[in-house]
């Protein structure tokens, strides 16, 4: 199986990809604000949240990054980081 | 007049104000590069003040500096929104502790941060130091270098060690109080001197307002001096080259690539994913404050540093080294750290590869072995007294253990580089077997002899704690040393039997004897 978007498809998939980013950071930053910043199970959220932002820009600069250098982009760190994003949000559920 | 001189009248003011708004335009445009340029030709801002890098150092083990730096400015972000609320006097440090833990917004989770940001800071830096040192970054022209991160390791120690006392726990001062008590066992000019910077003469409340300062000013102007130091002498020498040269890479690898973006967004990713991994650590695992410091409580308590000071601790609490042993282990200590501050001078050869640097490997694994150990040991007996056997055959046995098996694998690797030799060339000349040189068979009687030390010692100690187990069945430590003995035991014989074999059968020596006393023995 073929693990690396080809380089033709490179433009396409990576507005996609980063655009899917860019609408978790979105809504975790929404989330962020609504939480009691005195509670204490709500802190551990917030950081969450807050990981999940991190998590979101750097994939949306390791995309830029990949198409500004021509390199193809890595699909199982793209999966990896949502299934981690995945991770994330069911222990901040969890907490 | 036409319809046409009408139409050319109505469009001349369009045509004039298009004009003017061009000039206005070009006016400004002229304005703004000209501001541009006077701030470029003042601050040199199009000067390429940060060189290009190669892109063999995308790699995150050539930036765990800049992670270090990275978790530096976290812990600058969060210790200054607590300073906004904290009170360094003995009176008030544990109730505003208190304050920002509960009341504050994220109170809790901001001191869980700067308390895990810290840890990973240090972490972060003893990694990047035994990096250094494996893939020798040390050499020359870098020698300043490595000293300069030397002295940033210890202020990072130092940050850990005034931010520790700050909370006013019966934790922290209690640990505090023990090592500000063994800056009395330190050499005359020293302990004096770190008297007057951190105890002064107005007791408790004295000692943690200059930790305070010390915290909060000193440590990170002088780190941030550094830092830039440091910066400024990477810029004059770059990135340091991989240990078999450039030469050993791909031409793709040696390539250069852009400060910014290319590597500026690798960056960014890498402290994006510490960052998030910090934040998932302090959701997991909260900060809980232990009580308020009292010197009832701290009586019932076992005082005990922090995790990355336990090395030192523990080697303190060997039997040999109680009172008035201190200074000679506290010199001991300081001479481990002389030491790596002066590894440049030290080793002084060009080999930078690992498979040709086997003594210094070694020394290095050795090193980062005992730390280890005597970490996890310090943890598992707080406040015990080692014995000083026990000692001995702790960190004698993972001395030999890692430089064993270092020696097996540069023997394998050696072997299987001969092997891969032998396959290239297609006639190799047969060459005699050489003599040892001076050094090695120094080297080799040395080495035989501790080990016979260590294998009489260990079989007198478990003879001895054997008969102790019999007349005393129930006891623990009895099992315990034991178990050390006859693992010390086992170690030792194993290496004289490998010593044997590489002495004697390895060259076919022993083998001529028994022939010979074979010949001998038949009478012919």
């Keep these: 199986m073929e693990w690396k978007l080809s380089t033709t498809s490179i433009s396409k998939y990576s507005t996609r990809i980063a655009g899917l980013f860019v609408m978790v950071e979105v809504v975790s930053v929404v989330f962020l604000w609504s939480l009691n910043p005195v509670s204490l199970a709500q802190q551990a959220v917030f950081a969450i949240l807050l990981a999940i932002d991190l998590i979101s820009l750097a994939m949306i600069s390791y995309v830029y990054r990949s198409c500004k250098q021509g390199n193809q982009i890595n699909r199982v760190v793209v999966i990896g980081s949502c299934c981690l994003i995945l991770i994330f949000v069911y222990i901040s559920l969890a907490l | ?524």
């Design chain 2, 1 to 524: 007049m036409t319809t046409t001189d009408l139409e050319a009248k109505k469009k001349e003011p369009d045509q004039s104000g298009r004009e003017t708004a061009a000039k206005l335009s070009r006016d400004s445009a002229s304005v703004l590069a000209r501001i541009a340029a006077w701030f470029d030709s003042r601050f040199g801002l199009s000067y390429p003040f940060l060189r290009d890098a190669p892109e063999y150092s995308i790699n995150p083990f050539y930036w765990l500096g800049a992670l270090t730096v990275v978790a530096f400015v976290i812990q600058g972000i969060t210790g200054i929104m607590m300073m906004l609320y904290y009170v360094p006097s003995p009176s008030q440090a544990y109730s505003s502790t208190l304050f920002i833990f509960q009341s504050v917004s994220y109170g809790r989770f901001l001191q869980t941060v700067h308390l895990y940001t810290a840890y990973a800071m240090i972490m972060l830096a003893f990694m990047h130091m035994m990096r250094g040192y494996f893939v020798s970054v040390y050499k020359k022209p870098r020698e300043a270098m490595w000293i300069i991160g030397m002295i940033m390791g210890f202020v990072t120690l130092g940050f850990g060690f005034t931010g520790y006392l700050l909370p006013w726990t019966v934790v922290s001062k209690s640990a505090t109080d023990v090592g500000v008590g063994m800056i009395s066992a330190l050499p005359q000019p020293l302990s004096s001197f770190l008297k007057f910077l951190v105890v002064g003469a107005a007791g408790d409340a004295g000692v943690l307002l200059r930790f305070y300062d010390l915290h909060v000013v000193v440590l990170p102007a002088i780190l941030l001096l550094l830092l830039a130091t440091k910066m400024y002498m990477l810029e004059a020498h770059g990135v340091s080259e991989p240990m078999g040269g450039l030469e050993s890479l791909p031409k793709k690898k040696r390539a250069l690539i852009p400060i910014f973006p290319d590597v500026t967004f690798y960056l960014v990713e890498l402290a994006a994913f510490f960052g998030s991994a910090m934040l998932l650590i302090s959701a997991l695992f909260p900060l809980t404050l232990p009580p308020q410091y009292t010197p009832q409580l701290a009586a019932q308590y076992t005082s005990q540093p922090d995790w990355y000071f336990l090395w030192i601790y523990q080697i303190l609490k060997f039997k040999v080294f109680e009172t008035a042993g201190l200074p000679v282990a506290l010199s001991l200590i300081t001479l481990i750290f002389i030491v790596l501050v002066l590894l440049p001078f030290i080793d002084r050869g060009e080999e930078r590869r690992i498979g040709k640097r086997m003594k210094f490997v070694t020394l290095g694994a050795i090193f980062v072995a005992e730390v280890i150990t005597l970490s996890v040991w310090g943890e598992l007996t707080p406040g015990q007294v080692i014995p000083n056997e026990q000692g001995v055959l702790v960190l004698g046995g993972v001395a030999l253990l890692v430089t064993l098996t270092s020696v097996a694998l540069y023997r394998l690797i050696s072997r299987a580089a001969g092997l891969r030799g032998k396959k290239m060339a297609t006639t190799t000349p047969e060459t005699p077997p050489q003599p040892l040189s001076k050094s090695a068979s120094v080297w080799t009687a040395a080495s035989f002899s501790i080990l016979l030390g260590l294998a009489t010692f260990t079989f007198g100690g478990t003879i001895n704690s054997l008969v102790g187990y019999t007349v005393d069945r129930g006891s623990y430590s009895l099992i315990t040393s034991s178990v050390l003995y006859v693992a010390g035991l086992c170690i030792s014989l194993f290496g004289i039997a490998y010593f044997l074999y590489r002495l004697e059968l390895g060259s076919g020596r022993l083998k001529r004897r028994i022939k010979a006393f074979e010949a001998g023995w038949n009478g012919n």
